[in-house]
Antibody
Framework: DVQLVESGGDLVQPGGSLRLSCAVSGFSLNTYSMTWVRQAPGKGLEWVSALSASGDATYFADSVKGRFAVSRDNSRNTLYLQMDSLRAEDTAVYYC??????????WGQGSLVTVSS | SYVLTQPPSVSVAPGKTATITCGGNIVGSYGVHWYQQKPGQAPVLVIFYDNDRPSKIPERFSGSKSGNTATLTISRVEAGDEADFYCQVWDYNSDHPGVFGTGTKVTVL
């Protein structure tokens, strides 16, 4: 069975940093491109970032470009989202999913990031 | 970046048909995918590539597309279908390829 488990969400001050993890089981990370999607409280879904299956291409929404980085550890089968220079508007539940031919197939349960002083 | 426009809300009586549209210039160029999200839960894929349905999704859910508008149709609506629905496109020609629709709240009367 495919399972994705996000962790690392926390309360952080504006300007701070946080790293989210997404532990994957049921498939190898180098099999699929992976993506992060977030949802601010009471708002819609927002695509954030993606990492290609080969691991050599990354993509970011304009709202996070230059502040967020995406990476993976194949030995741990874990995807990461490094978030720096956090802002109040980054407050959201962050989901990781795998990408299958452009659609988001399996989702984790999400990890809550709160940016507040 | 592209915008995918959905109606904010749709209301439907049990047993009737709900239709949700997703419009935008990019819709005609790539496959459109649809997700259902119930309160407190992660989204679930219900339609991919305009009109394909994952095996676990009931046949009551169907999709179509004409020009720059995609449509999700829910037939014989049940109370358990009440949720938020989002369309999504992957723009392979963009360096920020993920695009979601604005979302539609489906209320079962």
């Amino acid at each position: 069975d495919v399972q994705l488990v996000e962790s690392g969400g926390d309360l952080v001050q504006p300007g701070g940093s946080l790293r989210l993890s997404c532990a994957v089981s049921g498939f190898s990370l180098n099999t699929y491109s992976m993506t992060w999607v977030r949802q601010a409280p009471g708002k819609g879904l927002e695509w954030v970032s993606a990492l290609s299956a080969s691991g050599d291409a990354t993509y970011f929404a304009d709202s996070v470009k230059g502040r967020f980085a995406v990476s993976r550890d194949n030995s741990r089968n874990t995807l990461y989202l490094q978030m720096d220079s956090l802002r109040a508007e980054d407050t959201a539940v962050y989901y990781c999913t795998n990408i299958v031919r452009g659609y988001f197939d399996s989702w984790g349960q999400g990890s809550l990031v709160t940016v507040s002083s | 970046s592209y915008v995918l426009t959905q109606p904010p809300s749709v209301s439907v009586a049990p047993g009737k048909t709900a239709t949700i549209t997703c419009g935008g210039n990019i819709v005609g160029s790539y496959g459109v995918h649809w997700y259902q999200q119930k309160p407190g839960q992660a989204p679930v894929l219900v339609i991919f590539y305009d009109n394909d349905r994952p095996s676990k999704i009931p046949e009551r859910f169907s999709g179509s597309k004409s020009g720059n508008t995609a449509t999700l149709t829910i037939s014989r609506v049940e109370a358990g279908d009440e949720a938020d629905f989002y369309c999504q496109v992957w723009d392979y020609n963009s360096d920020h390829p993920g695009v979601f629709g604005t979302g539609t709240k489906v209320t079962v009367l």
